[in-house]
């Protein structure tokens, strides 16, 4: 099992550009969410999905969109990049019973925006 | 308003003693609560974890306290070895209200263990 894997690692973008920060996983979990990680604020939930079709908000969903059309996948877009949006994503995924809380967290994805 | 919180950016403890981190939480709700440890360049990973019904949960060399009426848990760490040296989240949700049980973090403890 390769567990949860990101895609790119790291990544520069100007202002206002768009991108797709990619998300597997190998598990069959039902619940994925993605999270960015910001000096001294911790990880902060962008959007979960608790099934394939299902989709939430979390605490900072501004700017992102996501769809999770398979188990495997859970793509997170960003529409116009900004500076605010520079941050480390972390994308994780659990089994269905534990919702969000046991979660395996793959490597994360650096984003630069200038 | 931040949740949950680690007043503790880092801490430093000699190799064979305990480490204690903690972490303090204001919503009444939370009724879940678990540790994630992460090092550089990785994802967080989970480590231990405790319901409020419990006050205390032990796995081998960690042991998470939970202080409901001060809404208060800590971390223990005996002995800590170098390879501990991570930073710690502590985190909460309100798992029983809800079927998602929405994670929230706090800031992080930087833990170095000094051979």
């Known amino acids: 099992n390769a567990g949860v894997t990101q895609t790119p690692k790291f990544q520069v973008l100007k202002t206002g550009q768009s991108m797709t920060l990619q998300c597997a996983q190998d598990m069959n979990h039902e619940y994925m969410s993605w999270y960015r990680q910001d000096p001294g604020m911790g990880l902060r939930l962008i959007h979960y999905?608790?099934?394939?079709?299902?989709?939430d908000q979390g605490e900072v969903p501004n700017g992102y969109n996501v769809s999770r059309s398979t188990t495997e996948d859970f793509p997170l877009r960003l529409l116009s990049a900004a500076p605010s949006q520079t941050s480390v994503y972390f994308c994780?995924?659990?089994?269905?019973?534990?919702?969000?809380?046991?979660?395996?967290f793959g490597p994360g994805t650096r984003l630069t925006v200038l | 308003d931040q949740q949950v919180k680690q007043n503790s950016p880092s801490l430093s403890v000699q190799e064979g003693r305990i480490s204690i981190l903690n972490c303090d939480y204001t919503n009444s709700m939370f009724d879940y609560f678990l540790w994630y440890k992460k090092y550089p360049a990785e994802g967080p990973t989970f480590l231990i974890s405790i319901s409020s019904i419990k006050d205390k949960n032990e796995d081998g060399r960690f042991t998470v306290f939970l202080n409901k009426s001060a809404k208060h848990l800590s971390l223990h760490i005996v002995p800590s070895q170098p390879g501990d040296s991570a930073v710690y989240f502590c985190a909460a949700s309100s798992y029983g209200s809800s079927n998602t049980g929405k994670l929230i973090f706090g800031q992080g403890t930087t833990l170095q263990v000094k051979p």
């Open positions: 999905s608790v099934g394939a079709g299902i989709t």
């Open positions: 994780a995924s659990s089994p269905e019973g534990t919702g969000l809380n046991e979660q395996f």
